[in-house]
């Protein structure tokens, strides 16, 4: 038995039309707010926040009902389908209709529902991967999974340098044609899982073969060595997490908190940015996106190597000051250099050398514990972030000044790097991956 990577890859257009999705939400839907409907910094914070209050919801819903699903076409098929079409109706009801009409209202009603139609989908499409993959597979299949994800929010952020042309009044700027290429990519990648992708034919396959073990007897297997800061959980219930193991945790979880609050600032207002404080126009903020999001995807691999030689929280703690740094320097510049993209790239290492280590450092301290209980936690801590940041340096950018941007965002990612200090257990140094690719396989 071997992964299939060439079903793994067609799996993988879902999850990358997710992507390309929300590659466009974050950089353009606070532009439209800004200056289509004038509407201040914090209440565009507060529209953009929606997306992570709604997933806190919607995402275990309707993983749930898929998961309860029986149908001809299989469990998670059905919602991606349904999601995917009630999301490009909406998209383009968005763009053509609730934008042109001037009624902030209407824009923001149609904007739930479409925040409301990609939840649908989301986390079914997710679902999918380990649905299909045999157990001893899945951490490679991730990475795959990972890098098609990657591919569509590099292809918006290509489409938005080449079809979305500024006007004179930003207000009028054509979203039509960087709408329906969007549009175009999502039905495209749908329609290509829904005719290669049979759920029930694969899985009667690979459960003849033996191989759909479940993700807690696969975490099982792959994680029984002890290290060298590890704690003995053979004699410990899921209720026996060391006092000290479990303040780590803390400090962990609100690190986790304190840099996307940090990151997630820049990601949500540099489109912003970069026209009011650089008068930088034309879209060319989506270049210094495109290389941090480049950067971060080439530095996994090296990444894995740095964290299997200094340990995850070293490596963590290097992301950090290396994007607070970047932030700093580029806070500074007065207008926008060639330059500054050098820092972008080193904004994207930084990332990756976090979320390549994060994760499974709050997997190492709940084996005491309840690993699924804990790995909600992190996402809640960080959902929690996106949902916050927006809102609060909204507030900031709106009542203070746009340049309080860089700031904000090197002031959270210190006291991350603080945080962190305190961190002292689950801690490893991981050996080394089985395959190049699985240094892919990433969780943020």
């Known amino acids: 038995m071997k992964l299939n990577k060439q079903r793994t890859i067609l799996i993988g257009f879902a999850f990358m039309s997710i992507c390309a999705f929300w590659q466009f939400y974050d950089n353009e839907i606070p532009k439209i707010l800004k200056y289509t409907f004038n509407l201040g910094e914090t209440w565009t914070g507060v529209v953009m926040a929606l997306d992570n ?7 275990p819903i309707f993983g749930t009902m898929s998961d309860l699903t029986n149908t001809k076409i299989g469990k998670r098929m059905p919602y991606i389908l349904l999601g995917t079409a009630l999301s490009v109706i909406f998209l383009t009801v968005l763009i053509t209709v609730a934008r042109p009409s001037g009624s902030l209202a209407l824009f923001v009603g149609v904007l739930l529902l479409l925040l409301i139609s990609m939840g649908i989908y989301r986390s079914p499409a997710v679902s999918l991967m380990p649905d299909l993959t045999p157990a001893p597979f899945r951490s490679s299949a991730n990475a795959i999974i990972n890098l098609m994800g990657t591919l569509g929010g590099i292809y918006i952020l290509v489409m938005i340098k080449l079809l979305l042309k500024e006007a004179a009044n930003p207000a009028e700027t054509n979203y039509i044609p960087l709408m329906l290429s969007l549009v175009l990519f999502m039905v495209v990648a749908v329609a290509v899982v829904f005719l290669t992708i049979n759920e029930k034919k694969i899985k009667e396959s690979i459960k003849k073969e033996g191989g759909l073990h479940s993700l807690g007897e696969s975490f099982e297997e792959s994680d029984k060595e002890k290290t060298s800061d590890s704690y003995d959980t053979s004699k410990k219930t899921k209720e026996d997490m060391p006092p000290e193991v479990r303040k780590s945790l803390i400090f962990l979880l609100l690190s986790v908190f304190l840099w996307f609050t940090a990151y997630n600032a820049v990601t949500t207002a540099f489109s912003r940015f970069v026209g009011v404080v650089w008068d930088l126009h034309d879209n060319a903020y989506a270049t210094c996106l495109l290389i941090a999001t480049i950067a971060a995807t080439l ?42 993209n050098i820092f972008f790239a080193l904004v994207g290492i930084g990332w990756a050398s976090i979320n390549v280590n994060s994760y499974p450092m709050v997997v190492e301290m709940s084996k005491a514990g309840d690993i699924g209980k804990y790995t909600g936690t992190y996402y809640t801590f960080s959902m929690a972030a996106q949902v916050f940041t927006p809102i609060f340096s909204g507030f900031l950018l709106e009542h203070v000044s746009y340049k309080t941007l860089f700031p904000y965002a090197f002031i959270f990612s210190a006291l991350a790097f603080v945080t962190m200090l305190m961190v002292k257990h689950g801690d490893v140094k991981p050996p080394k991956k089985d395959s190049i690719l699985e240094n892919f396989d990433v969780d943020d």
């Open 299 to 340: 530095s996994y691999v090296p990444i894995a190597f740095v964290s299997s030689k200094l340990g995850r929280k070293k490596t963590i703690l290097i992301g950090i000051a290396i994007m607070g740094a970047s932030y700093v320097i580029t806070g500074l510049y007065p207008h926008f250099s060639p330059s500054i």
């Open 53 to 59: 209050v709604l997933a806190l919801f919607l995402l």
